[in-house]
């Protein structure tokens, strides 16, 4: 590096101290440059952006964690027994018979198992995937 005394001008105006800090924060902002794959670069975070980010994260787990704890203090679980197991399968087969696939729609399954062993409704906003898969299930739609 060139040493300029403190007078000494560059063409564009700026004083060498002036320039030598812009190289150090290219510098810095080229750390944080990737060149992805299709050789596009796209600038990652800074550090203080990845802590807030960071910070988020943390806030928005442990708001989770609070909504868990009141759910558990507030509800009783209802267990899944062998007769609602019978009937998720019996659901199951429903399911496939009318040439839909039960898998991604297993736990709602699952939930409407119980509903019909003991003969409660279901309460859910996604009326359509209920309707006609057991003759005893009481379906209640939330808008």
Request: include cysteine; charged fraction near 30%.
């Amino acid at each position: 590096m060139v040493r300029h005394s403190s007078r000494a001008r560059r063409s564009d105006g700026d004083t060498p101290a002036k320039a030598e800090q812009d190289a150090r924060a290219e510098q810095y902002r080229a750390r944080f440059t990737v060149i992805t794959s299709k050789g596009h670069s796209r600038r990652e975070p800074e550090p203080i952006d990845r802590w807030l980010m960071l910070a988020d994260k943390v806030l928005l787990n442990a708001a989770r964690e609070q909504r868990y704890h009141w759910i558990t203090n507030t509800f009783d679980p209802i267990p899944l027994d062998t007769h609602a197991a019978r009937i998720y399968g019996a659901l199951c087969a429903t399911v496939r018979a009318v040439g839909r696939d039960p898998k991604p729609r297993r736990f709602d399954l699952l939930i409407a198992a119980v509903a019909v062993a003991l003969g409660i409704p279901l309460i859910t906003r996604n009326e359509a995937d209920f309707t006609s898969i057991h003759d005893s299930l009481t379906i209640i739609a939330v808008r």
